[in-house]
């Protein structure tokens, strides 16, 4: 039976009832397990939670129910990131990564994978499939997407790019953070690994940091669950049941953020203050023909730009219910502006909104005030 996403939000990773035990599992808190007289692992009994433990299986076969794979949970997104990368890449390979993608993700090239001795080549989200017609991937060991990308919200063709990459031996990771996996299933396109920050909508009320890979290869999920194991980077007990435990109302978080979404990208289109309004389900928007064949489902993530930096703070000064934070797919409605991390080529009044699941009517009358301070 193929369940609706409300379904899956819940149900997904669950096994048959059993009688007298609860309906979610209790986090078991515990770094050694008992060993018996057994050896290790013998009959499958936990032995050590840096390496795997029952909370944490529970969580990974819900995400990865819904990713289509076997699922490798991270404490944080980062983590998943560089677990999926430095598992499969190594000294003098090639990686091709977005250039308009998570500025961290662009750190960790810089700063880290240069210095092992990865070559690490950065082309823009839209560009990419040019980028292969023109040989670009030929000698690369991973090309790395991330659609819809942060903060720009570019799309490109995951299946397309598949196909130019394996053509050219080259595996595909898509971090997966801004659609989630309600909203894209990478693998079902031809992704060999889908990653993401579960930090943000996943589980979705900003008290969390979590990151998962998840893959259908058996050989790529081992490299990777050895890459966890030797460098415990496994999130704990508390933190995985939290997971879980948020991510049931995903798709009710993800249809209201959404709900908000679209008309949050309405009034601020409206307003004489903001310019390049970007949410790829809007009419017209670059992205939304092909967001709208290869997604499932939109999300809560627009992005704008206002005058300047003071625009910006004028904004947030004259809204309630919009308070500038980082991070998005939380409950609450966010602004961030971007340039003041540094990282992303971004006007200094660019900023990304991510709607929280108040009400539209509030959001819209709350934003509509605060623009009207801009006049
Ligand atoms: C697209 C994307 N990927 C990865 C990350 C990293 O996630 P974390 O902060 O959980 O390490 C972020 C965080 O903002 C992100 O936006």
Request: charged share 20%; hydrophobic share 45%; net charge negative.
């Amino acid at each position: 039976m193929s369940w609706g996403d409300g379904t899956r939000s819940v149900r997904a990773g669950e096994h048959d009832p059993v009688a007298g035990a609860p309906l979610r599992p209790s986090p078991v808190f515990a770094a050694p397990f008992h060993l018996g007289d057994l050896p290790p692992r013998a009959g499958g009994a936990d032995a050590y939670a840096r390496t795997e433990h029952p909370t944490l299986r529970v969580f990974e076969s819900a995400v990865g129910a819904l990713d289509g794979g076997r699922c490798l949970s991270f404490a944080t997104g980062m983590a998943a990131i560089s677990a999926a990368v430095l598992a499969c890449v190594g000294a003098g390979d090639r990686l091709v990564l977005p250039s308009d993608g998570y500025y961290t993700t662009r750190l960790l090239a810089r700063d880290e994978l240069e210095r092992f001795g990865i070559r690490v080549d950065q082309v823009a989200t839209p560009d990419v499939e040019a980028y292969a017609a023109g040989g670009g991937f030929e000698g690369a060991r991973m090309v790395f997407l991330e659609t819809p990308s942060n903060p720009l919200l570019d799309v490109c063709d995951i299946a397309a790019v598949a196909r130019a990459a394996h053509a050219a031996g080259a595996l595909v990771a898509v971090d997966n953070t801004t659609a989630t996996p309600l909203g894209q299933r990478p693998l079902d396109l031809g992704a060999d690994l889908t990653v993401g920050s579960d930090t943000k909508a996943l589980t979705g009320h900003s008290d969390l940091l979590l990151g998962h890979v998840s893959t259908r290869d058996d050989a790529l999920y081992a490299a990777i669950q050895r890459w966890r194991n030797n460098t415990g980077n496994t999130p704990g007990p508390f933190e995985a049941w939290l997971g879980h435990r948020s991510m049931s109302t995903l798709d009710l978080r993800l249809a209201r953020q959404a709900q908000n979404a679209a008309a949050v990208a309405e009034v601020l289109a409206a307003s004489p203050a903001v310019t390049g309004v970007r949410w790829p389900w809007r009419e017209g928007d670059p992205s939304s023909a092909l967001a709208s064949r290869q997604m499932l489902r939109p999300n809560g993530v627009v992005s704008a730009e206002l005058a300047d930096e003071a625009a910006v703070s004028t904004l947030l000064a004259a809204a309630h219910l919009w308070n500038a934070a980082t991070s998005f797919g939380g409950v609450h409605s966010t602004v961030d502006r971007r340039a003041q991390w540094g990282g992303d080529a971004v006007p200094a009044g660019f900023v990304r909104l991510s709607c929280g699941i108040e009400d539209t009517a509030d959001l819209v009358a709350d934003l509509s005030v605060a623009l009207a301070a801009l006049d």
